[in-house]
């Protein structure tokens, strides 16, 4: 291994340079610091544009009370005639005692028509050729067909003891005329009559008529 001469040797001297160029800074700083004290740097002067702002005056608003409602029209009272007002004559009031007056009318007493017709019998009254009799007699109406309208009416039929449809209500409709098709087809239809104990009595029962379009 070759080794370096001492005398050109860098590393050797490399911690006594240090410390000389270190006293060298050190005593430099002193110098400075003892010479020149005062250094400053130059002062910066900041500029500032100073806005102006307007300020407006603003009109004070009054709130002006609504003038009260017109007073209600007088509603004239007619004046009391200074005419003397004529003889007026006052029948007696006295009654005679010894007149003989005829006793009141009987009271009839009425019986309203639905009073008179049975809810629950014990044979309902039957139409003649069924619920398809009645049925053939529904005429549908054209509004109804157009309008694509279905469903079912229920018809409540008063019917006597001669099994004849005195009138007719509508109890649930579902319109487009079709109520008053399902009534007409019951008015026509002929019953056998409702009985109770044996004999022909006056029924009112609701019948369901049915409208449904062929597709």
């Known amino acids: ?7 050109v040797d860098l590393k050797l001297k490399y911690n006594r340079i240090f410390e000389i160029a ?23 002067v900041l500029q500032t544009t100073q806005e102006v702002v307007d300020v407006e005056d603003i009109d004070v608003t009054k709130q002006e009370n ?56 014990e044979e ?18 054209e509004i109804a067909r157009r309008a694509g309208v279905e469903g079912t009416v229920y018809v409540e039929a008063f019917v006597d003891e001669n099994g004849n449809v005195t009138r007719t209500e509508i109890k649930k409709g579902i319109g487009a005329g079709c109520d008053e098709a399902g009534a007409s087809a019951v008015s ?3 019953f056998k009559p409702g ?20 597709k």
């Open 124 to 141: 309902l009254p039957e139409p003649i050729g069924g619920i398809a009799g009645i049925q053939a007699l529904v005429v549908y109406p």
């Open 1 to 7: 291994m070759v080794r370096k001469n001492p005398d």
């Open 22 to 44: 270190l006293i060298i800074s050190l005593a430099l700083m002193i110098v400075a610091f003892k010479f020149f004290p005062d250094i400053k740097g130059p002062k910066a």
């Open 195 to 214: 009985k109770q104990r044996g004999k022909p009595v006056r029924v009112r029962m609701s019948i369901p008529i049915r409208f449904r379009l062929q």
């Open 66 to 121: 609504r003038p009260p409602p017109p007073p209600r029209p007088m509603i004239p009272i007619e004046a009391p005639s200074d005419e003397a007002l004529e003889d007026v004559t006052i029948q007696s009031s006295e009654v005679d005692l010894t007149r003989e007056v005829a006793p009141p009318p009987p009271r009839r007493e009425e019986t309203s028509e639905e009073e008179s017709y049975f809810i629950a019998v």
């Open 188 to 190: 026509k239809t002929k």
